[in-house]
Nanobody
Framework: QLHLVESGGGSVQAGGSLRLSCVAS????????MGWFRQAPGKEREGVAT??????TTYADSVKGRFTISQHNANTLYLQMNSLKPEDTAMYYC?????????????????WGQGTQVTVSS
């Protein structure tokens, strides 16, 4: 079992920045596909960014150039969010899966955190 705990959410004004953290209960570096997802009220969950075991990354078009996903210390995942917009408001979730990111497709990741709320005001 892998436990994930997110932190770093909060309330900011448009144009501001936040850094989300996700701490795993064991080493995930180069062994898991790690991802950040978000879900706004009344909307479906959407993928924000992923980082694979080879350090390759992907981003949703809506966050490209503004968000950066990275890993540190073997078990910590980050999401640096800059130039935040009101439409970025959502609950953000960290997720992990032992498969390669490119093999996961549309199925759900194996492990999920409890989420951290991000609210961006205009």
């Amino acid at each position: 079992q892998l436990h994930l705990v997110e932190s770093g959410g909060g309330s900011v004004q448009a144009g501001g920045s936040l850094r989300l953290s996700c701490v795993a209960s064991r080493n995930t570096y180069m062994t898991y596909c790690m991802g950040w997802f978000r879900q706004a009220p009344g909307k479906e969950r959407e993928g924000v960014a992923t980082i694979d075991s080879d350090d390759s990354t992907t981003y949703a078009d809506s966050v490209k150039g503004r968000f950066t996903i990275s890993q540190h210390n073997a078990n910590t995942l980050y999401l640096q969010m800059n130039s935040l917009k009101p439409e970025d408001t959502a609950m953000y979730y960290c997720a992990a899966d032992p498969a390669y990111c490119s093999d996961i497709g549309n199925r759900a990741y194996h492990y999920w955190g409890q989420g951290t709320q991000v609210t961006v005001s205009s």
